[in-house]
């Protein structure tokens, strides 16, 4: 009888934590916007009538968004009026997004580079809901590796 692999199964995208330089936040109810993409430029070669050349250009990296529910600490919000009102206290930050798995070890890790808030958006609010006051920032960054 043929022995098969050990099953591996993945992380759930549900425990996770946000380091931010100097920021501490207990908890974020999201965390999106890991990405990156390469432009492409094309151009014709001389004598290659049938297709077009395609190289890599500039790499370009998405906001990443931060959601989290509005309590007491407003550590990131601060950070993002300092912008807003061009403090020059004002400091680009490095951080990571750590997935853990079920036991809240650390398993994987995601650093992003010189960011700061580029924008932050305040809760929405409904007398007939029973929803949790969520904030959003958004955070530009010169770079994210998943580590």
Known sequence: MAQTGQRVDPYGSFDFLVEIDGIVRASFQEASGLDSSIDITEYREGGMN??????????KYSNITLKWGSADDHDLY????????????????????????????????????????????????????????IETLELAHEGVERA
């Open 50 to 59: 049938e297709t077009m050349r395609k190289l890599p250009a500039k790499s």
């Open 78 to 133: 601060d950070w993002h009026q300092q912008w807003v009102k061009g403090d020059p206290a004002a400091t680009r930050r490095h951080g990571s997004i750590v997935l853990l798995d079920r036991t809240g070890q650390e398993k994987l890790r995601w650093n992003f580079v010189n960011a700061w808030p580029s924008k932050w958006t305040g809760p929405s609010f409904n007398a007939k809901g029973n929803d949790v006051a």
